[in-house]
């Protein structure tokens, strides 16, 4: 599978942004997929991520209440409403898939085979 992620820009402090990843080639329904992020200087860390097909969502304590993971089927596309950004939130944004993905892996970027390309956020204070 092909990601592409999409949507990331500069906004203020307290706006709101949605990415978007659109995956072409098969989706299974055992597919997981998420969100991570990397800013300069540090490691890639995990945001957001949703199985595919039961739609269960997982979130990092930095995310939780203020972002939502979402997917739609018939698009094959995942999307990230982030709102409440902070600058440290800048950073480049990355989504990922892989199939077969146990609960307790959904947050391990180790565990995820496929990657996009990445696209920046940038929150300006």
């Known amino acids: 599978v092909q990601l592409q992620a999409s949507g990331g820009g500069l906004v203020q402090t307290g706006g709101s942004l949605r990415l978007s990843c659109e995956a072409s080639?098969?989706?299974?329904?055992?597919?997981?997929m998420g969100w991570f992020r990397q800013a300069p200087g540090k490691e890639r860390e995990f945001v957001a991520s949703i199985k595919w097909s039961g739609g269960s969502t997982y979130y990092s304590d930095s995310a939780k209440g203020r972002f939502t993971i979402s997917r739609d089927k018939a698009k094959k596309t995942m999307y990230l409403q982030m709102n409440s950004l902070q600058p440290e939130d800048t950073a480049v944004y990355y989504c990922a898939a892989d199939y077969a993905l146990i609960t307790s892996s959904m947050g391990n970027r180790s565990a995820y085979k496929y990657w996009g390309q990445g696209t920046q956020v940038t929150v300006s204070s």
């Open positions: 080639g098969p989706i299974y329904s055992s597919y997981g």
